[in-house]
Nanobody
């Protein structure tokens, strides 16, 4: 019943910006945790940012702190990721995910049972 769908990916030059959005259906927007993950070719899926319904406190991976902003649009039931000052190493497929992890497991993909299909982000000169 839970459905997530990402949009907003594309190709940009280093230093550019993109804004990703994820529509969340089936009740998951108002419970648990919503997160952004990314996966580059040949690499493990890694946490980018997360926000819990209970406290709405954004949390970020060290690699994106100061550059990315995760937010919830409570009127549209969307999860957003504003990505600024993009670097080539940000190139990956970006996924949104919904689940109910304990706080210490927020960054583990296995903590999430619902995933979007992913959207490609490419940063190159």
């Amino acid at each position: 019943q839970v459905r997530l769908e990402e949009s907003g990916g594309g190709s940009v030059q280093p230093g550019g910006s993109l804004r990703l959005s994820c529509t969340v259906s089936g009740g998951a927007f108002n419970r648990g945790t919503l997160s952004w993950f990314r996966q580059a070719p040949g690499k493990e899926r890694e946490i980018v940012a997360a926000i819990r319904y209970v406290d709405k406190n954004p949390r970020y991976a060290d690699s994106v702190k100061g550059r990315f902003t995760i937010s919830r649009d409570n009127t549209e039931n969307t999860l957003n990721l504003q990505m600024n000052n993009l670097r080539p190493e940000d190139t990956a497929v970006y996924f949104c995910a919904a689940g109910s992890p304990i706080l210490s497991a927020l960054g583990r993909p296995a903590s999430y049972g619902n995933w979007g299909q992913g959207t490609q982000v490419t940063v190159s000169a």
